[in-house]
């Protein structure tokens, strides 16, 4: 009898699922797709941004008062303005602001901002355009309640009062000659009895405005200083 051959030893299935578990572990994660990596880029990008623009609106100084010097922006009509903030001021007779018009609050004789140390002042509105405004409309009004007394005043105006009883009565007209086309300016005739600083009116047209100043009587010879200061002003606002 021949002997028997010893069996060939079979591999066990426990042994070679631990060799593969190991092979596996072995291997370097699989890379992300370029469509994946480049989303995963961007999403970081944003959040860093996210980061940067937070920090800097943290970082800012909150302003209570604009600065010195702000121009604040003004539309009358079609004309547009960039006005100082320092030159602005409102009416003290206005509670309100008025929309559609425009308030200075000018020094005399510099025309510049209004301080504690200014002793006369004007007090310009701007306004659009309105035809009850021209000089020729304003002169034509006044002239049906004028008295026929005429008299001259420094500064080569005309001088002329209101009859008793008329809507202007209390007022005198100053009017430059020879027709007042160039200034026609209304004045009380009791200035201590006014109730504003600058009691006497005056409104005239520069460039698609109606310009409106109240201003002291004592300076009403000055009204050519005045009107070219003022426009001076006007222009170098309108943009």
């Given at each position: 009898?021949?002997?028997?051959?010893?069996?060939?030893?079979?591999?066990?299935?426990?042994?070679?699922?631990?060799?593969?578990?190991?092979?596996?572990?072995?291997?370097?994660?699989?890379?992300?797709?370029?469509?994946?990596?480049?989303?995963?880029?961007?999403?970081?990008?944003?959040?860093?941004?996210?980061?940067?623009?937070?920090?800097?609106?943290?970082?800012?100084?909150?302003?209570?008062?604009?600065?010195?010097?702000?121009?604040?922006?003004?539309?009358?009509?079609?004309?547009?303005?960039?006005?100082?903030?320092?030159?602005?001021?409102?009416?003290?007779?206005?509670?309100?602001?008025?929309?559609?018009?425009?308030?200075?609050?000018?020094?005399?004789?510099?025309?510049?901002?209004?301080?504690?140390?200014?002793?006369?002042?004007?007090?310009?509105?701007?306004?659009?355009?309105?035809?009850?405004?021209?000089?020729?409309?304003?002169?034509?009004?006044y002239a049906r309640f004028l008295t026929p007394t005429v008299w001259s005043n420094p500064g080569g105006l005309v001088v002329r009062g209101f009859r008793s009883g008329s809507p202007y009565a209390g007022d005198e007209l100053y009017v430059s000659a020879p027709d007042g086309r160039g200034f026609a300016a209304r004045c009380p005739l009791d200035a201590g009895a006014a109730s504003l600083e600058e009691p006497c009116r005056v409104t005239f047209r520069h460039r698609g405005l109606d310009v409106n100043i109240r201003f002291p009587r004592a300076i009403v010879a000055d009204w050519g200083l005045m009107l070219g200061g003022v426009r001076r002003v006007i222009d170098g606002l309108i943009r």
């Open positions: 009898m021949s002997a028997s051959l010893p069996h060939e030893e079979q591999p066990h299935p426990a042994a070679d699922l631990a060799t593969m578990v190991r092979a596996r572990l072995r291997r370097p994660a699989p890379a992300l797709p370029r469509a994946d990596l480049a989303l995963a880029k961007a999403a970081f990008a944003i959040i860093l941004l996210g980061l940067a623009a937070t920090a800097a609106i943290l970082a800012l100084p909150r302003l209570k008062d604009p600065p010195a010097g702000t121009l604040q922006p003004a539309r009358i009509g079609g004309v547009a303005l960039l006005i100082p903030r320092e030159l602005t001021g409102v009416d003290p007779e206005d509670e309100v602001q008025v929309v559609g018009l425009a308030r200075l609050r000018l020094s005399w004789p510099a025309l510049g901002p209004v301080t504690e140390a200014t002793g006369r002042r004007l007090l310009v509105t701007l306004s659009p355009q309105d035809k009850v405004n021209e000089p020729a409309t304003q002169l034509s009004v």
